[in-house]
Each structure stands twice: as C-alpha cells, then as structure tokens.
C-alpha cells in the first residue's frame, strides 16, 4: 500500500528525491513518516508530517524536506547535501493518528523501502 521509490547512488554534496506512492486506502489525514536504517543500525526517524507541520532528525533538520501532495497520494522527500552518513535503506511509514511520533513502532504501514548509497 506504500511504494517507496527514487533512491540511488550519489556523490557526497548530491541531491535525491524520493517518492512515497499510496495506494489501496486514502492517507490524506495520516501521520507520514520518513525512516532508515543502516546496516547494522536500528531504523532511525529522519522527517514527519503531520498535516502541515514537518517534523525532523537534527541530521537531517536543513538539508532535508519532506511534502505531500494528496492529490497524487504522494509524499516526497527531497535530500540535498547528502552525505555519506546518510547512506541507508529509506523508508516511508504511516500512522492513523494525527500527532507526531519519531518512533517507528508508532507506525502502522510500511513501503518497501529504498537504496541511498552516497559516495565520498
């Protein structure tokens, strides 16, 4: 019900962004949620909507910024000045209640998940 797209390999300074697609049920008034995880990491909250408001890692907090756009059932995450630190598997999440959790046992729906890999 989430597809996760739009990673890939980047050079360090580089940008990504990647897509979040929702089918199957409207999460036009869920909690969206960015997460990843590294390998041998726990998964780690990067950036939250919730309705207007966004919420994010202080990794993250200037580089990143996360959108919606109900119309197409999308949330994005746009990733400027990546970093090698940020290489991990990506994933979008939501929650049916409607205030932020940084947690991902807090989240009930999961995509896929998708490759970042950034260079130095």
């Known amino acids: 019900q989430l597809q996760a797209s739009g990673g890939g390999l980047v050079q360090a300074g580089g940008s990504l962004r990647l897509s979040c697609a929702a089918s199957g049920r409207s999460f036009s008034a869920y909690t969206m949620g960015w997460f990843r995880q590294a390998p041998g990491k726990e998964r780690e909250f990067v950036a939250a909507l919730v309705g207007l408001s966004a919420y994010y890692a202080d990794s993250v907090k200037g580089r990143f910024t996360m959108s919606r756009d109900n119309a197409k059932s999308t949330v994005y995450l746009q990733m400027n000045s990546l970093k090698p630190e940020d290489t991990a598997v990506y994933y979008c999440?939501?929650?049916?209640?409607?205030?932020?959790?940084?947690?991902?046992?807090?989240?009930?729906?999961w995509g896929q998940g998708t490759q970042v890999t950034v260079s130095s």
């Open positions: 999440a939501a929650r049916s209640r409607t205030w932020y959790s940084g947690s991902y046992r807090d989240y009930d729906y």
